[in-house]
């Protein structure tokens, strides 16, 4: 991979964004290989918990400026031009949304800047961490353009809509402290190694329960912040009945009395009719 380091160890997959000397920014490449990873992590069950870190000063600067002057173009000249434009915008958005739809959590560790199709991404995610100095900047404002690939669908619903949309409408930063007031960022810390500590830990500690519960928490968790009170139990209901264990039960019981890790089968690999037609040519 160009943008990215990928490692698996203990049940806990790492992703490292690794281009520091181009801010980490987001180019065709970026969008291609994030998916590539993201469908990996999805259909095996090789990893319980993702974490997603980056290199150099800033977490990255977002959409390379680069990317809609060369071979991916936005005409707008024609309705079929701007009809391609809803496409694109469409591909684009759905990668992040592998990350809101990722049968594991994903945790992600900001430093530095967090900006424009940046802060599309951590908001997909589940717990996000911080450093001092990072920031949150929501720069497609200050470049003539409405930001277009989450930020505004999924932050409403992470800040007060007041600040969300003071954050919109300006361009402003909004620090790492600010951040942790409202309830964006679950943590804040000195460092980018204690920040990375912290994930760390957190990702072990989400790594030992059972990821058919965990699986079954995020689903709940993200049917509920969409749905009404009323169906949001409905479906927990269903939910519930299908994924229950006594055994998964059992053994978690056992290991908290024993003070030990309990042991739980790992995910079903995902297999698609796709990969079924594939094998047999």
């Known amino acids: 991979m160009n943008c990215f380091e990928l490692t698996v160890d203990q049940h806990i997959a790492h992703l490292v964004l690794n281009h520091p000397e181009r801010l980490n920014s987001m180019d065709p490449v970026f969008w291609r290989e994030l998916s590539q990873v993201l469908t990996r992590l999805h259909q095996s069950a090789e990893a319980r918990c993702l974490m ?3 290199t150099g000063k800033h977490f990255s600067a977002g959409m390379s400026l680069e990317t809609f002057s060369g071979a991916i173009a936005m005409d707008d000249k024609t309705p079929e031009g701007r009809a391609a434009i809803f496409d694109l915008l469409g591909d ?4 992040f949304t592998q990350l809101e739809t990722l049968r594991i959590p994903v945790i992600v560790a900001i430093q530095g800047g967090c900006i424009g199709g940046a802060v599309d991404m951590v908001t997909a995610c589940c717990i996000r961490y911080a450093t001092q100095e990072a920031f949150f900047c929501i720069q497609e404002i200050n470049i003539g353009m409405v930001a277009d690939v989450g930020t505004l669908q999924r932050l409403p619903r992470l800040l007060p ?3 969300m949309k003071e954050l919109a409408y300006t361009g402003r930063r909004l620090s790492a402290q600010k951040a942790l007031d409202y309830g ?3 943590q804040v810390f000195n460092s980018h190694t204690e920040m990375l500590e912290a994930a760390k830990i957190c990702a072990t500690e989400i790594a030992s329960k059972p990821p058919i519960a965990i699986w079954g928490t995020k689903q709940a968790v993200h049917y509920a912040r969409d749905h009404s009170v009323e169906d ?6 269903w939910l519930q009945a299908g994924i229950w264990s006594n055994q998964h039960v059992k053994e978690a019981i056992t290991a908290l009395k024993e003070k030990r890790v309990g042991q739980f089968p790992d995910l079903a690999e995902m297999k698609y009719f796709t990969d079924s037609v594939r094998d047999a040519e």
Not at 92 to 95: D, E, H, K, L, V
């Open 161 to 163: 809509l007041g600040v």
């Open 52 to 54: 997603i870190s980056s």
């Open 232 to 237: 949001s139990l409905r479906q927990m209901g």
């Open 92 to 95: 684009m958005q759905n990668t």
């Open 184 to 186: 964006l960022v679950n």
